[in-house]
């Protein structure tokens, strides 16, 4: 059974950091592109990063410069550094990893999701 887990979360101050990591069971992913979305309170779930197998990334603009996705194909594990949070980065954060090897901005087009971890944000 595929399980996605994960971990990193919790309380920061604006302008802090926090790693978020998310450890994959069941099967590997090597080959599929993996992604990180968020949920703010009241909102919609939102498109943060993505990776491809080869490494090649892509982000959101409300992110690009602050946001780093990273993966370990060794470990099954994928990773989001966060720098220079802010209060509207508050939102629990899914990992996800996409049916195809390619990058998509879709939700619709991930196929297994993490549990998510709370990311909160203070002024």
Known sequence: QV???ESGGGLVQAG???RLSCAA???TFSNNAMGWFRRAPGKEREFV???KWTGATSYADSVKGRFTISR???KNTLYLQMNSLTPEDTAVYY??????????YRANNYN?????TQVTVSS
């Open 25 to 27: 069971t069941g099967r």
């Open 112 to 116: 297994y999701w993490g549990q998510g």
């Open 95 to 104: 990992c996800a990893v996409a049916v195809y090897s390619s990058i998509s």
């Open 49 to 51: 990063a993505a990776i």
């Open 16 to 18: 802090g950091s926090l």
């Open 72 to 74: 370990d194909n060794a």
């Open 3 to 5: 399980q996605l887990v």
